[in-house]
């Protein structure tokens, strides 16, 4: 899940500011190419099974590695090996994946291999995955893995919270397991098409070692040793994250564009080749506030920024790069992530959840009567399109004809719903009361930020217009996460952003059995979870797309979340930076990034 503010949308496709490349020392000798990047919100930690925020995956992204990953220019997306030395093998019914483990691939050290060279080898995925199945590491993510059905681990899981007992890493079990040192096989109880997808996320399948997370108990997230592109060298929580270059890494740059994209094939043709990473370090500080990060880079300090909207105009008016920025040399690259910024109405809350008429008429009046139109034009300055439902584009199951009342804003019909069951204006204070009689209060909560602040004062005035009483509650994202997953926010604008090139994906932020993971409006409906359970078996196509768009209507008809909009972001880089190509689901991409002397530096 990721917050609502500029960075939810920075983060999606990896937001990152560079600074300019390093001049040569005195000596003559090139000094370390290290990148400076900045987020716009802190980090939670570094284990892969405990996370869930975009910002921790693309750190976790650069410190451990999948057995799969994607090939950074193709589109539509392709999957590629990352760890594994191939693609896996598949039955015909999709229940059963082969994986085979690169060899020669090793660990950084580290003081739980008592000296010793560690190679990665299949069994640190076993143990890797079963971790997420572990009540005690209380994984975020485990649906993932649970809606796919492993055999056996759910059981175990099970048994471990009835008995009050550690989770049993060394009971051997169908759903995963190593066939030999390098090989290790996935079994599931129903069909699971996409699950090679899971098995492309360091978030979702990074391969941890057995030994270090043991002698780190309690201290996974903090200390991370994996064998990506790069390493944890220091780390000071939600200030500044170094990392430097992993030396027993192997790998090289490789990718495929499409022949069309010529951008993308000048890119592959210039860095085909080259060994990854391309940097020596990448030093992270944390700046929440956007003006720091785009003032910074106006003033050559920073080589890539994600524009903030609030610079929008000044950066690209009408999708061109200002006539200023492009004669220094500079560039502007464009994406439709695949995110939805949503609102989202807690179902087991008092005032605003449950399924009966006249609550489902509250939540349906609210999302009408908020006036998206003006934050697309005002607060987004034009930019991203407006949602229709949870799903966006450039996932499976998108449908771009499709038109819903989730983009609609008609105070006037948000009137009459709310009238029709019951919210009046008893007291004649100008707001309404809930059809008891008693005081109707929406709570809202939102972080810190300009951003944020403007997106208060529009709901403040949409309800407003309708006689809606509306307060705001102000914490931090980590606090606010927490709570969510609690289930103690009665709304909150955020977002979530396709870690896999599938529309389900993003059905599971409303599948009953995901409550406490996803699914943070703990919305719980029968029908909705039938569909969902159906279109998951099948294949990517008519078939599926049809299900998936029911299970749509189901969500804009009873109206637990609210979709605001799919976001356009915009990059600009100066000249230095080589190879930057905001990718949907590879969260780290500056591991593909490499840095240049530039004319005028």
Known sequence: MIRRTAVLLALLAPLFT???????????????KTLRLSFAGAENGFDPAQISDTVSAALVGSLFEAPLSYDVLARPVKLVPQAAVALPEVDAD??????????????????????AKRELVAEDFVYSVKRYYDPAVRSPTLFHYENAG????????????????????????????????YTFE????????RLPYVFASPALAGALAREVVEA?????????VGTGPFRLAQWTRASRIVLDRNPNHQGVFEAEPAPDDRAGQAIAAKLRGRPLPMLDRVEIAVIEEAQPRWLAFLRGDLDVVAVPDEFIDVAAPNRRLAPNLAKQGMQLVEAVLPVTIYSYFAMENPVVGGTTPDKVALRRAIALAYDTPREIALVRKGRPIPAQSIVPPGVSGFDPTLKTEASDHDPARARALLDLYGYADRDGDGWREKPDGTPLVLEYTVQPGQLERQLQSLWLKSMKDVGLRIEFKVGTWQENIKASRAGKLMMWGTGWAAALPDGGYFLDVLYGPNKGMSNHSRFALPAFDAIYEQQRKLPDGPERDALIAQALRLSIAYMPIKPHVHNVAAWITQPGVVGYRPHPFVRDTWRYVDLEPAAGH
């Open 18 to 32: 560079a600074a300019a490349p390093p001049a040569a020392s005195p000596g003559g000798a090139a000094a370390k």
């Open 94 to 115: 999709h229940t059963r994946f082969v994986f085979r483990i690169r060899p020669g691939n090793f660990f950084p050290d580290d003081p739980a291999f008592k000296g």
């Open 150 to 181: 492993l055999l056996g681990l759910s059981e175990l899981r099970r048994k471990a919270i009835a008995d009050k007992t550690p989770f049993p890493y060394d009971t051997p079990v169908d759903g995963i397991r190593a066939l030999d040192r």
């Open 186 to 193: 996935v079994r599931t109880s129903r069909p699971a098409p």
């Open 216 to 224: 780190n108990a309690g201290k996974t997230m903090e200390h991370p």
